[in-house]
Nanobody, 124 residues
C-alpha cells in the first residue's frame, strides 16, 4: 500500500510561497490519483487540489485556483503542491491522500490512504 508522508510546511508571511511535498514511503503511486486537503482549527477538513494518476487531469478548490499548483513525479513517487500568494486563511494542517484507480476526485471519502499532515501557517 502507499504511505504518504507530507513535508515542506512552515511559517511564511502573507504573499509568500511554500512547496509541499508528498513522497511515498511505500509502493509506487503511479496507479493512484493524489489529492491535497487541509483542516484549520474548528473547521472540517476541506479539499484543496487533486491530480489524476498520469497528471493529465487536475481540479482545484475555488479558494486556491490561480494561486496553487499540484504536480506529480511518478518516477520519484511524489506529488507536490506549489502554493503562491499565500493568505492568512490558508493557515491549516495540509494532508496528502491517495486514491487507487487513478481518477482525480474532490471527494474526501474516496481517498483510501492519508498522511499525518504538515502545518502551514501564514502570518499577516
Amino acid at each position: 500500500q502507499v504511505e504518504p508522508v507530507e513535508s515542506g510546511g512552515g511559517l511564511v508571511q502573507a504573499g509568500g510561497s511554500l512547496q509541499l511535498s508528498c513522497p511515498d514511503s511505500g509502493r509506487s503511486i503511479s496507479s493512484y490519483a493524489m489529492g491535497w486537503f487541509r483542516q484549520s482549527p474548528g473547521r472540517a477538513r476541506e479539499f484543496v487540489a487533486t491530480i489524476s494518476w498520469r497528471g493529465g487531469t487536475t481540479y482545484y478548490a475555488d479558494s486556491v485556483k490561480g494561486r496553487f499548483a499540484i504536480s506529480r513525479d511518478n518516477a520519484k513517487k511524489a506529488v507536490y503542491l506549489q502554493m503562491n500568494s499565500l493568505k492568512p486563511e490558508d493557515t491549516a494542517v495540509h494532508y496528502c491522500a491517495a486514491r487507487y484507480g487513478g481518477q482525480a476526485t474532490t471527494r474526501e471519502d474516496e481517498y483510501e490512504y492519508w498522511g499525518q499532515g504538515t502545518q502551514v501557517t501564514v502570518s499577516s
